[in-house]
């Protein structure tokens, strides 16, 4: 018997398939079962069919609606600031909800807190939950006054207040009253924070909300046996894609609309490679989303493959590709990125947030200089100019998934962090005693 049988883990997550935070969650539920912990999620909407996941199912329609309604009230109070930012997301987590007492009813000896925002879970709700909580960061969030990623603001090292991201001159605004209800109500919370990437933790700890935290390092898993090296001419034949040309990936996900993915900084440097000798041995695809009525000019030829939610595709989709291209400015540690060198595709990014946890530079892909889009352009060059070292390449990328990433790894280091926070409230109860 597995030493993980005897705990019951229950993880809170607001969904459990889409977006990418909630399949990394259901990831982490997965991997802790296979090695006998007793996993639970609870789920604001559920897309799975999984029977130990509790929440309204999202293909009934009541899911989506449920979740609609709450983001809506939870955005209310963001009227107020007319001239705030729109892109980004930003949650201020107000409404009351049903977890305390859903928790209370499976009894865990332990919570593991994912992503709670799109007004699933209330700030005050983590004080009532009367548990050992280990928090696993996937932005920002936790430790700002509502913003996910805070851009060049450092703010959240202090008070908050005066948001950029609200365009507010004033120090007592929302930013700062989510500050004041966080440092209110996790006071006296039995915390433990777990970052996915080493920047991350760093922000953590130099936040006033988590500076005197418990703060550990553990990235995502991944399953190798579903995301693995595919023959690149099978894959791009049954993707419909062209097999006389070097294929430059993208993640299009809210990529238009979300400044942080960097999208205008790809834009520019796929134009500087289409006016080189590279422009008729390049073509771009794009996952994530259809080809728009008036599709961006890339100055490359361009294939769209819409929305990918199933493993196989997005394997065949990684291994069609020569290179992955992710030119976010904030970033914590990026799915597309470990997903694409499990598939022993090399990626380029810029040397920002979490990207070097993944990307060993001139290794497994390149880092460019943050934000200059010349050498992201080179770093594209440089991956597809020489075959010899591209294998090199391919072969390290997939090695390093395997070495850092498999789902086993994650698992078990979050059962040793589980089983020490476990014994560690054993011995303060008989204290107590």
């Known amino acids: 018997m597995e030493v993980g049988s005897a705990m019951k883990v229950l993880l809170c997550s607001t969904d459990d398939i889409e977006p990418g935070a909630a399949r990394a969650a259901y990831r982490l539920h997965q991997s802790l079962q296979r090695i006998g912990v007793d996993t639970q999620m609870l789920v604001q909407t559920k897309g799975s069919d999984d ?45 009351p909800d049903q977890i305390a007492t859903q928790v209370a009813a499976v009894n865990p000896d332990i919570v593991s807190l994912q992503w709670i925002c799109k007004g699933y879970m209330q700030i005050e709700t983590l004080a009532k939950l009367k548990k050992p909580l280990v928090w696993t960061l996937r932005d920002m969030w936790a430790f700002t006054g509502g913003c996910h990623y805070s851009g060049e603001c450092d703010r959240y090292t ?15 605004d929302l930013s700062r009253w989510v500050w004041q209800r966080k440092r209110q109500s996790w006071q006296n919370c039995n915390l433990t924070i777990v970052a996915l990437s080493s920047w991350l933790g760093q922000c953590a700890a130099a936040s006033s909300l988590f500076k005197d935290w418990r703060i550990e390092v553990i990235p995502n898993g991944l399953d190798l046996e579903k995301y693995k090296p595919i023959d690149p001419t099978t894959a791009r034949q049954l993707l419909g894609l062209p097999l006389d040309k070097k294929l430059v990936l993208f993640g299009a996900v809210k990529a238009t609309s979300d400044k942080r993915k960097g999208f205008h900084l ?45 493993d196989v595709s997005l394997a065949l989709t990684y291994s069609a590709a020569d290179l992955l291209v992710a030119p976010s400015i904030q970033e914590n540690l990026a799915n597309t990125v470990l997903e694409a060198i499990a598939c022993g595709t090399p990626c380029v990014a810029f040397n920002i947030g979490g990207m070097p946890d993944l990307i060993e530079h001139q290794r497994n892909g390149y880092l460019a200089q943050p934000y200059q889009v010349n050498d992201l352009t ?56």
């Open 51 to 95: 029977a130990a996941v509790k929440g309204a199912t999202a293909r009934s329609g009541l899911g989506k609606a449920a979740t609609g309604l709450r983001l809506t009230l939870d955005h209310l109070p963001l009227k107020l600031y007319r001239k705030r930012e729109e892109r980004g997301t930003y949650s201020l987590q107000w409404l």
């Open 158 to 172: 202090q008070t908050c207040g005066s948001c950029p991201q609200l365009q507010s001159s004033t120090d007592w």
């Open 266 to 310: 790809l834009q520019s440097a796929l134009q500087e490679l289409s006016q080189s000798h590279w422009r008729d041995q390049i073509a771009l695809v794009v996952f994530g989303a259809s080809r728009p009525h008036h599709p961006p000019d890339f100055g490359l030829e361009t294939h769209y493959l819409g929305m990918l939610n199933d």
């Open 378 to 433: 080179q770093g594209i060059i440089w991956v597809l100019e020489n075959d010899e070292r591209y294998q090199k390449l391919t072969h390290r990328a997939r090695e390093k998934a395997e070495q850092e990433f498999a789902l086993e790894i994650q698992a078990r280091r979050y059962l040793s962090l589980f089983s020490e926070i476990l014994k560690e409230a054993q011995n303060q109860n008989t204290i107590k005693l």
